[in-house]
């Protein structure tokens, strides 16, 4: 940085308590996600109680259980909004502080800007400045550059132990309010213990993939066991919401080259990263990864214009018809609707494209094991992704190919791929219901 440059920066930093302060009573505040969370202020966000009455915070998937998330007695003096429904959010459902907005991610811009609850203050944690002067949020940029673009007051945690990410990450000092020296160490994802059960499933998906296609795949114990089912495939390529471990692997052993894309070619795009130590220096000022906003990573139209795009998902249940429920325990909100309806929209639109949902037959419940695949979704369950772009369906039992088929094949299909203890309940119910 210029010697200018560098007085500016060292004259915009202030302390927690001086942040806390900058609050008022109504305002809104969004925080970035992941390496982009702002844990210092986070940890100390219950005081602004101190000297306001009620303000809103967007929050989606915390790394800490923050005492302004858990402290009850808050009640709806902090109001929490969220496009995302993580393990915390879980925990604080029954108090009635959060709120819930449905979206597709690719408008999820749209979604908070259009919510009520419109963000005027934004916290992040960036890297410190390179030598032009610009910090790098390097976690996320689901929404955070667009919502950085639109808030009246920026507040930025300085962590030196960030990578620097390319693509829309970079922002010029110059622009900042504010900085708060923070070098909290960055979350990492606890390592999976994958079952059998997942290792067979993760075959049948793999076997899907060919050589040359782009990828999207998430994380949890299903995609790490993809993952490692891909390590025999030749330049695949990653267009995906979130970069992870998995892929990682794929790029660091040569599985994923990106030679083949039709766009965006010799680069893995992504929304947001998470990952351990050695994954964070990977990612470290490398020229093969590239982070953009969920409206261009997720839009159907970017998803749809990559060549043999394969996206990879899971669900909760779906139903005889193809209807898929990925978000939702009846009416209770569980996730979210994430990336997933947006890929599989493109995906299946994509030139030689592939839509997966691939989905143990059973899960294990308070009551017992149950089907996955079931006659009708649970009352009140949350329809993800319809029917009309569904594609393929895949259990540990076989693949069952869903394109354009009409309700009784459909129905053929997926009681051949469930549970053989579920079968012929699953036949008696499709013919109840004229399904069959």
């Known amino acids: 940085m210029t010697e200018k440059q560098e007085a ?6 202030i302390t927690v308590d001086d942040a806390l302060n900058m609050i008022h009573d109504g305002d809104t505040v969004y925080h970035g996600f992941y390496g982009n969370e702002p844990r210092n202020i986070l940890r100390e966000f219950h005081r602004v109680l101190d000297h306001v009455d009620h303000v809103n915070i967007w929050c989606t998937n915390p790394d800490e259980e ?25 925990k604080i459902h029954t108090a009635r502080r959060t709120h819930y907005v449905p979206h597709h991610i690719h408008k999820a811009i749209d979604a908070i800007c259009d919510s009520g609850a ?40 300085v962590n030196e132990n960030l990578p620097h990410v390319y ?45 040359g296609d782009t990828i999207q795949l998430g994380f949890g114990g299903l995609p790490h066991a993809v993952a490692e089912k891909l390590k025999d495939k030749k330049d695949l390529g990653v267009h995906t919401e979130m970069f992870s471990n998995s892929l990682y692997h794929l790029m660091r052993d040569g599985v994923v080259t990106n030679d083949r894309k039709n766009i965006n070619r010799g680069k893995s795009l992504c929304a947001f990263c998470w990952g351990d130590r050695e994954f964070n220096k990977f990612i470290d000022y490398n020229p093969a990864i590239e982070m953009r906003p969920t409206s261009y990573i997720n839009n159907p139209n970017t998803v749809a ?19 898929i429920c990925g978000e939702s325990i009846g009416h209770r909100q569980f996730s979210g609707t994430g990336g997933a309806t947006d890929f599989a929209y493109g ?36 329809v ?53």
């Open 347 to 382: 995906a299946f639109h994509s030139k030689g494209g592939k839509g997966i949902i691939a989905l143990t037959s059973t899960a294990q419940t308070k009551n017992g094991v149950v089907s996955r695949i079931v006659p009708t979704l649970t009352p009140g369950a949350v």
């Open 167 to 211: 693509g829309t990450t970079r922002i010029p000092i110059e622009k900042v309010d504010y900085f708060i020296e923070a070098n909290n160490p960055i979350s990492e994802p606890t390592p999976y213990t994958i079952p059998d059960v997942l290792w067979t499933l993760a075959e049948n998906v793999a076997s899907l993939v060919e050589d």
């Open 305 to 323: 214009a990559h060549d043999h795009m394969v996206s990879i998902n899971s669900a909760l249940e779906i139903d005889l018809t193809a209807q």
């Open 118 to 157: 419109k963000p005027n203050i934004f916290i992040a944690s960036v890297t410190p400045p390179d030598e032009y002067g610009y910090v790098y949020m390097s976690g996320s940029q689901q929404t955070e550059s667009e919502i950085f673009d639109i808030c009246d007051l920026s507040i930025f945690e």
């Open 66 to 90: 923050y005492p302004f998330l858990m402290d009850s007695s808050i009640g709806k003096r902090i109001e929490i909004y969220t496009v995302f429904y993580g393990p915390t959010m879980r």
């Open 8 to 13: 500016l920066y060292r004259s915009k930093f």
């Open 384 to 436: 993800s992704i319809q029917r009309n772009i569904v594609d393929y369906v895949i259990t540990e039992y076989g693949i069952a190919h869903l394109r354009h088929l009409p309700f009784d094949k459909r129905v053929d299909e997926l009681i051949r791929i469930a549970h053989p203890d579920f079968r012929d309940e699953l036949r008696f119910q499709a013919e109840k219901l004229m399904i069959w």
